[in-house]
């Protein structure tokens, strides 16, 4: 079982619709989790973390259920800028930043 | 302020050539990664240092790949030789802390192709 699961996707939605990406991660010991994106051909940049109560920053939602192992973003009011790819990032070593990505989502939201 | 900078930005060699890939991280940040990213694998960590140290290096491939970091605004990572599988993104990131929370900090990347 891979590490850290994705659905590679591509989602294609219309502006202003609202999208959901899952993530499932192996390791029951994972400490912290993240959601990165990345712009094609550029370099991965985190858009937020997620925390076990969950957290909102602005259109988005990250929620965290370690029972069940997953992570999730919904993204509201979708916009032309959001069409990226959105990797699902776990760190797995306790004390240490090392991260473990999923292999990303892709997102195309078109007018 | 500027953030973590990778040169080349692109590298086109051959078989059994060497590359050298070099990151300058961002000023004050005690650690340094180098990620590998490729569409069948994804982004793989690859090694990562902390104060120029390397802490540890179990993900790179095989001993043709080297990296150190002499000072704390300067880091290579080497491939002797260079195979097509090679052939990937390499990206440099630092963060200011280890800890579980703290930010990474990715560059452009380098888009290597070995031919």
């Known amino acids: 079982r891979k590490e850290v699961e994705q659905d590679p996707g591509p989602f294609n939605v219309p502006e202003g619709a609202t999208v959901a990406f899952n993530c499932t991660y192996s390791?029951?010991?994972?400490?912290?989790f993240f959601w990165y994106r990345q712009d094609c051909r550029k370099e991965p940049k985190l858009l937020m973390s997620v925390y076990s109560s969950g957290n909102e920053d602005g259109r988005f939602t990250a929620q965290l259920n370690r029972a069940s192992q997953y992570i999730s973003l919904l993204i509201r009011d979708s916009k032309l800028s959001d069409s990226a790819t959105y990797l699902c990032v776990v760190n797995i070593k306790s004390g240490y930043s090392t991260l473990t990505f999923g292999k990303g989502t892709m997102l195309l939201v078109s007018p | 302020d500027a953030g973590v900078i990778q040169s080349p930005r692109h590298e086109v060699t051959e078989m059994g050539q060497e590359v050298t890939l070099r990151c300058k991280p961002i000023?004050?940040?005690?650690?340094l990664f180098w990620y590998r990213q490729t569409m069948m694998r994804g982004l793989e960590l690859l090694i990562y240092f902390n104060n120029n140290v390397p802490i540890d290096d179990s993900g790179m491939p095989e001993d043709r790949f080297s990296a150190k970091m002499p000072n704390a605004s300067f880091s290579t990572l080497k491939i002797q030789p260079s195979e097509p599988r090679d052939s990937a993104v390499y990206f440099c990131?630092?963060?200011?802390?280890?800890?579980?929370?703290?930010?990474?900090?990715f560059g452009p990347g380098t888009r290597l192709t070995v031919l």
């Open positions: 390791n029951s010991a994972s400490q912290s």
């Open positions: 000023s004050g940040h005690d650690y």
């Open positions: 990131a630092s963060s200011e802390g280890g800890g579980m929370l703290d930010t990474q900090y």
